[in-house]
């Protein structure tokens, strides 16, 4: 994937080193928030979120260094983070991008709570942030099977595409329909980020005169990533056994399909999960 050459807007708040904030008293509206996105986005229980904010506490959020980073892998979620938001620029009549993508070490106060890094990228409607742990492409690589810088920017891409899901009101529409299930809301909003990640990656080098480009290799390596991290094949690695009851991102199958479909189509209209008859 070529990348070294794009511009960053400088839109991180890099928090690394910094820690967890501390403690501040209950639980609060934030915890709630947090375990109910942990519920809704990735299908964790919200007993075991709210059990991570320590007993019931709510954290105080940090302010972490705003600019673009200095070393290679925080200047790639820049460049990255900022060819997607120049692709909304354009499909998408008065886009704002995401106050700030952050970067952080295993934990950090949010605007839903204390977020860890074993939750994954997750975005944060609440305070309409990214939050990414790094280490994170360790994980999607030697876990999951999917390395690669293309697989890298699929996340930072899929993750966007939730805070577009915000703007449009998806978000709000798929909450409505329900938490679990082939067919739910929570699945078809991730189907829809899955595609809206395949949108960028057939603008990403028109919108940066080539700086940013993917070859058809470096689709492959976002199909994989889409792949590794669906329903049935988590399900199966975990428990033996797959439960569409259970789904809340799709199939490996769906999530490929979906942002096969963001690719070759390159239209955001393309991507309407929510009309559609068959996921």
């Known amino acids: 994937m070529r990348w070294s050459g794009g511009r960053g807007s400088g839109n991180i708040e890099d928090r690394r080193g910094l820690g967890p904030a501390g403690a501040v008293g209950g639980l609060g509206a934030g915890g709630v928030i947090l ?46 983070a900022t060819n997607v938001d120049d692709v909304w620029t354009r499909q998408m009549p008065g886009y704002r991008p995401p106050e700030a993508v952050v970067l952080y070490d295993q934990a950090t106060g949010t605007g839903c709570g204390m977020g860890q ?44 595409g939730h805070h577009v ?17 082939a067919e739910s809301g929570s ?12 949108v960028w990656a057939a603008h990403a080098a028109a919108v940066s005169g080539g700086q940013v480009q993917l070859d058809p290799r470096d689709i492959e390596d976002g199909l994989r990533a889409a792949a590794a991290v669906g329903d049935d094949t988590l399900q199966r690695k975990a428990q033996g056994q797959v439960m569409p009851d259970a789904f809340t991102h799709g199939s490996s ?5 979906w942002f096969r479909r963001g690719v070759e189509a390159g ?13």
């Open 35 to 80: 375990a109910l996105i942990g519920y809704f986005v990735f299908g964790i229980d919200p007993s075991t979120t709210t059990a991570v904010l320590g007993g019931g506490q709510q954290v105080q959020q940090q302010e972490g260094v705003r600019g673009g980073p200095a070393d290679d892998a925080g200047r790639f979620v820049d460049v990255v």
């Open 117 to 160: 890094a074993a939750m994954g990228p997750f975005y944060c409607p609440a305070d309409r942030k990214v939050y990414l742990d790094l280490s994170f492409w360790q994980e999607l690589e030697g876990k999951f099977g999917a390395g690669g810088e293309a697989a890298r920017a699929y996340v930072i891409a899929h993750e966007i």
């Open 165 to 181: 899901q915000t703007l449009t009101g998806a978000s709000d529409q798929a909450r409505r329909m329900g938490a679990r299930g």
């Open 187 to 198: 699945v078809r909003l991730e189907l829809q980020a899955d595609c809206y990640a395949g």
């Open 253 to 257: 199958e769906q999530r490929m399909r």
């Open 267 to 279: 239209d955001p209209a393309a991507c309407d999960t929510f009309s559609a008859r068959t996921l």
